[in-house]
């Protein structure tokens, strides 16, 4: 199994940053890649970005394309999404997910609010 623990989320003002932080533990090995999904409230859950175990592939939904860069350090065992130029619309619980031949983990969650 794979446990994931999300953090970085919080409230800031329309055009600013965020970095949330998605740390592994577990059956690190299992994962093949891993990604980031948000649902805003009464809304479904929407893929946000994935990246492959090396890194090397990265894919964005067109609504946070050029604005959100997911990255990885394996040391760490963590991904990261960096959020940039944030909107109202991107507020939402973000939700990590590791993607395994057996299943997939999702972490807990964390919110990000994006007002003034």
């Known amino acids: 199994q794979v446990q994931l623990v999300e953090s970085g989320g919080g409230l800031v003002q329309p055009g600013g940053s965020l970095r949330l932080s998605c740390a592994a533990s577990?059956?690190?090995?299992?994962?093949?890649?891993m990604g980031w999904y948000r649902q805003a409230p009464g809304k479904e859950r929407e893929w946000v970005a994935s990246i492959t175990t090396g890194g090397s592939t990265t894919s964005y939904a067109d609504s946070v394309k050029d604005r959100f860069t997911i990255s990885r350090d394996n040391l760490k065992n963590t991904a990261y999404l960096r959020m940039n130029s944030l909107k109202p619309e991107d507020t939402a619980v973000y939700y990590c997910?590791?993607?395994?031949?057996?299943?997939?983990?999702w972490g807990q969650g964390t919110q990000v609010t994006v007002s003034s």
């Open positions: 577990g059956s690190i090995s299992s994962i093949s890649a």
């Open positions: 997910v590791a993607f395994t031949g057996r299943g997939d983990y």
